[in-house]
């Protein structure tokens, strides 16, 4: 066979191949196979393997490069995008590396690798403080802008809002005319939303289709919350770019100016991705965590929970969200890290107090006030469902019910998102625009509604002080005109139900975290002025004689607090960090009791109705599920053969042209976690994934190897040397050979095994693939992650 038609059949595969070196020289003496040609490949991993079990060390041994006649076992390539890791090679590779440098590393060298971690949460931790610093006053300035100007500046304070930094201030409506208020507003918007939505553009990527031959898709990386994203990245799949610096300059550009053009959006999402954007780009200047994806994600977690610890003030309660909500593998050193980590980011924006109140979010608030036990029973319906709890309590109950919410607000938009992209297609720049500009005359009605949707939470979860001369725009004139009050909360209710349906699958970066704490705040409060009212009209129902005549019982702010903590819990299905969350913003242990009752309901409400599931083109597996099939539904028991998928193969000690291997490999696409069974007769001997077969074939076209042709080597482990020695003989010396990219030992579990346990060896050990077979060993087929993710969801 030619070496131009061969060329040609692989051309198509390789071209979405990331630029490769390919080189001729040798590995050491030790590690040199006896024949074949010498084809040596260097790529971005590690070029040192162990020696004595043939596994990947990561050692960065620049002058060596890899040759894929050399004969180690299971050699690895990168992993390519939208696949899946090994969690278990990446824990061998590792224990390897130790082993190495405790037998032959200095006391310097084994003290700098233990600071490497430290180092890296140190610099992500602070970093991540600095931007969320600079988040919070570009968004603030720029926000503030769209009403007027400063016309001379103090300098002396943060730009929390305008007095603070502005010793005069100058509306544009004092310049332009009052008519003219309302314009400016409502263009600054659109102008904010069209650049946040440009920039997003430039994070644009091509994904790669699942079928052979499809056409690619578009993704854009920067736009949305992100945490889908990143619990899917931290669960083991490969999502290139996602973290990485273009990423997380374009999320944090567009997410000032999305925020700043009054869109209901939230900046707490975003900052767990920008979180983990720092942390991944820091782990690149670390060889441990560079070349290993396990060892990274470690850092990754505990990147997330430094997030989650400046978007909420809450250092602990982030790193309970990364173990309970975003984190796949946390084993206790993790945990400590990860309190290192968030605990740096929090003093990081705590010194550089960007809000100048010494608040670290504008949403934190204390009480001086406490709750009393008949209060629980309204705490209960702020979790469950419109249920009438005592109807001697409530004259009526409340048609919206935050389990409820979390539960079906999701299903909603994404029911919306896909009818809107099938009838109504529009350009996205477009659908920006339109949708700030309502927003903008939605908001310009109230000086209330103006505020950022974190400045309105943090004016609900506030407490109607006696001598206090505010009114927080009107909230607490509950004696007087209680219902006024009630229609301003929901009038602002029903604005931001409708706008926030409508903005989420917009292009732009943005969450929906305080969005909904928003909503859960207005109900909340609404609750707490009905139960206020009831207790006024009605003192003698209540046991406590300090709540007959005074409030000094009923505060509605704890109430908006508890009905944030529901939505919070309905939408995300977390528990404890949640709650715990809620202390932390405010500070008050006392309330503890019943965040805790709302969000226990709530989740328990949004269980029963509809699961949390991510997006469903990402393979993710769930450890903390039981995958037990839905009610009602009869699912048959299955055995591994009924699920596993059938594979092409090799035959060990047989020669292939390369034609034939480029024709195995153009059936599957660059995505597929599979690969290529190695057999002896029907009997598995071994097994190469798909990309280690590509670059072993990427590197023979450098070499202009066309010609030649390659085999797998086999012999029992019983066979003595001569033997061997013999077996090599039998190929010509044009022959490659590729045994060291073939796993000599893959998992393997038997055709009746049941699919519960393949299900947990893959939850549980984190594997790739696993080779089924019958009895005495004769191949029967594949099983991948992807393809267990698939089974579950049939």
């Not at 082993?99 to 602070?126: C, K, M, P, Y």
Request: with cysteine; glycine share 8%.
């Amino acid at each position: 066979m030619g070496s131009s038609s061969t060329g040609a059949e692989l051309e198509p595969l390789l071209q979405t191949q990331q630029p490769t070196t390919f080189v001729g020289s040798e590995m050491s003496r030790h590690a040199k196979s006896r024949i074949g040609i010498r084809i040596g490949l260097s790529r971005r991993e590690t070029a040192y393997y162990d020696t004595v079990l043939g596994i990947e060390s990561d050692l960065n041994i620049t002058s060596t490069t890899i040759n894929i006649n050399e004969g180690s076992n299971g050699r690895r390539a990168w992993y390519p995008n939208y696949s899946t890791i090994d969690w278990i090679h990446d824990s061998l590779k590792e224990r390897a590396r130790i082993r190495r440098l405790r037998s032959h590393g200095t006391i310097f060298e084994n003290i700098l690798d233990s600071a490497q971690g430290w180092l890296l949460l140190l610099a992500t931790g602070v970093l991540v403080g600095v931007i969320a610093a600079f988040i919070d006053m570009a968004e603030t300035f720029l926000q503030q802008t769209r009403e007027g100007y400063c016309a001379e500046w103090s300098g002396s304070h943060s730009p929390s809002n305008a007095s603070s930094w502005c010793v005069r201030w100058v509306p544009w409506s004092a310049i332009l005319g009052h008519e003219f208020g309302l314009p400016v507003y409502a263009a600054s918007a659109v102008i904010f939303a069209v650049i946040a939505v440009i920039v997003t553009n430039l994070s644009v990527v091509s994904r790669p289709s699942e079928i052979p031959g499809g056409k690619p898709s578009l993704s854009y990386q920067a736009s949305g919350g992100g945490i889908d994203e990143v619990k899917t990245i931290l669960g083991g799949f490969v999502i290139r770019g996602f973290l990485g610096f273009n990423t997380f300059l374009t999320k944090v550009v567009g997410l000032i100016f999305a925020i700043a053009s009054g869109l209901t959006l939230g900046q707490q999402g975003p900052l767990v991705h920008i979180a983990c954007c720092i942390g991944n780009i820091f782990a690149r200047f670390f060889p441990k965590y560079a070349k290993n994806e396990g060892k990274r994600r470690e850092m990754l977690s505990a990147a997330s929970a430094a997030g989650v610890s400046v978007a909420f003030a809450a250092p602990i309660g982030g790193v309970l969200f990364s173990l309970e909500e975003v984190s796949y593998y946390f084993p206790m050193k993790t945990l400590w890290r990860t309190f290192f980590c968030s605990c740096m980011a929090a003093v990081t924006l705590k010194v550089l107090n960007p809000l100048g109140s010494g608040k670290l979010v504008k949403f934190q608030v204390t009480y001086s006030r406490d709750w009393v036990d008949f209060e629980i029973l309204p705490f209960i319906l702020l979790g469950v469902a419109g249920v009438s709890v005592s109807k001697t309590l409530f004259s009526f109950f409340f048609f919206c019910i935050l389990g409820i919410y979390g539960a079906v607000f999701t299903r909603i938009s994404n029911i919306w998102s896909g009818f809107k992209r099938r009838y109504f297609p529009i350009n996205p720049i477009l659908e920006v625009a339109v949708v700030a500009f309502i927003t903008s005359i939605v908001n310009h009605r109230l000086r209330f509604t103006r505020l950022s949707v974190s400045e309105i939470v943090g004016v609900l979860f506030s407490e109607c002080k006696t001598n206090d001369p505010t009114d927080l725009y009107g909230l607490c004139n509950t004696f007087d005109d209680p219902f006024g009050v009630i229609s301003i909360l929901l009038s602002l209710l029903g604005a931001k139900l409708v706008l926030n349906l409508f903005t989420n699958g917009l292009r732009v970066p943005g969450g929906f975290y305080a969005a909904s704490m928003l909503i859960g705040a207005c109900i909340g409060r609404i609750v707490g002025i009905v139960v206020l009212q009831l207790q006024q009209k009605y003192p003698g129902v209540f046991i406590l004689s300090q709540c007959m005549e005074t409030n000094t019982c009923v505060t509605p702010a704890i109430y908006g607090l508890v009905g944030a903590a529901a939505a919070l819990g309905g939408m995300s299905r977390s528990t404890v960090s949640i709650a715990v969350i809620m202390v932390e913003i405010t500070g008050a242990l006392k309330l503890v009791l019943p965040i805790m009752i709302a969000v226990m309901f709530a989740k328990w409400t949004a269980d029963s109705i509809s699961k949390n599931e991510l997006d469903p083109s990402y393979p993710y597996l769930d450890h903390k599920s039981e995958h037990h099939p839905p009610r009602g539904t009869i699912r048959p028991v299955a055995s591994a053969a009924d699920v596993s998928e059938s594979s092409s193969d090799f035959q060990a000690n047989h020669e292939y042209t390369w034609e034939e291997v480029g024709e195995k490999l153009n059936s599957m696409t660059s995505i597929d976690d599979s690969g290529f069974a190695v057999l002896e007769g029907q009997k598995l001997v071994g097994y190469i994934a798909y990309q280690e077969l590509k670059y072993a074939a990427a590197a023979a076209q450098k070499t202009n190897s066309f010609n030649s042709t390659c085999f797998f080597r086999h012999s029992d482990s019983d066979s003595d040397d001569q033997q061997q020695q013999q077996q090599s003989k039998d190929f010509s010396s044009e022959c490659t050979d590729l045994t060291a990219w073939m796993d000599q030992a893959p998992l393997t579990v038997s055709s009746r095994a049941s699919m519960d346990l393949v299900v947990e060896l893959f939850m549980k050990l984190g594997c790739k693939v696993v080779c089924v077979v019958d009895t005495g060993g004769r191949f029967n087929g594949v099983l991948t992650k992807k393809r267990v993710i698939a089974w579950l969801k049939e």
